[in-house]
């Protein structure tokens, strides 16, 4: 199983991205996928999640109204579409596949990605 996470970058506080993990070696429809993140010295932190089927989604508060989780399929790849960034969105972020569910815990996930960097400057 392989997960790998693009997308990454600097940018400035209240600009965009669009974060896209790329599944193999797994049937990915049959898994709920989830995003995390992770700062320096800081516990991974939930973000978003999203059912096998792409119609159910979880947020965090702290990321409600502005990120936009999404799936294709199609194409075995998971989104992020992040708006209005901050400075405090700044870390590492991670995807994650689960058989089960699409929880927010992060030790209740599967298989994980390597990570992509996100920086925010103010």
């Known amino acids: 199983v392989q997960l790998v996470e693009s997308g990454g970058g600097l940018v400035q506080a209240g600009d965009s991205l669009r974060l896209a993990c790329a599944a193999s070696g797994l049937a990915f429809s049959n898994y709920g996928m989830g995003w995390f993140r992770q700062a320096p010295g800081i516990e991974r932190e939930f973000v978003a999640a999203i059912s096998w089927s792409g119609a159910d989604t979880y947020y965090a508060d702290s990321v409600k109204g502005r990120f936009t989780i999404s799936r294709d399929n199609a194409k075995n790849t998971v989104y992020l579409q992040m708006d209005s960034l901050k400075p405090e969105d700044t870390a590492v972020y991670y995807c994650?596949?689960?058989?089960?569910?699409?929880?927010?815990?992060?030790?209740?996930?599967?298989?994980w990605g390597q990570g992509t960097q996100v920086t925010v400057s103010s």
């Open positions: 994650g596949a689960v058989l089960s569910g699409f929880p927010r815990k992060a030790d209740e996930y599967d298989h």
